[in-house]
């Protein structure tokens, strides 16, 4: 569920897209994916499996950080990663807005109400 800060810091200053370019481990993406579910983000954990299998074919530009030349926003431009990502864009960002002193990670503070035992460890 850590994985979900990382994810956090791209939502609040760059877009879905951008997130692939800042974090583009699969296991990361799945810690992440991971996170967003158990942490009861199902619409936006839908979102970012979507955007993640529009990126694979992408993954390995991505990863080694050369895109062909072009600046990184240019190049999600033209590979229509920003059209793709648009709609979900507006949604992250609007629950982020209403959570704005937490953003994503304001589903944690829910989380460790609803589900207590899971967020500390036992002492025997």
């Not at 370019?21 to 499996?49: K, V």
């Not at 990663?81 to 503070?109: P, T, V």
Request: aromatic share 16%; charged share 25%; glycine share 8%.
């Amino acid at each position: 569920m850590a994985g979900i800060h990382f994810f956090d810091v791209s939502m609040s200053s760059d877009s879905l897209a951008w997130h692939f370019g800042n974090q583009n481990d699969d296991r990361d993406l799945q810690q992440t994916l991971n996170g967003l579910r158990e942490l009861d983000l199902s619409e936006i954990a839908d979102m970012f499996e979507q955007m993640w299998e529009f990126m694979k074919p992408y993954m390995s530009v991505l990863k080694t950080g050369e895109f062909e030349g072009r600046d990184f926003s240019d190049w999600l431009v033209d590979i229509g990663a920003g059209d793709f990502a648009r709609g979900k864009d507006e949604y992250i960002w609007a629950y982020c807005e209403m959570h704005a002193d937490y953003g994503l990670l304001s589903s944690w503070l829910t989380y460790a109400r609803k589900y207590p035992a899971h967020c500390v460890a036992r002492v025997n």
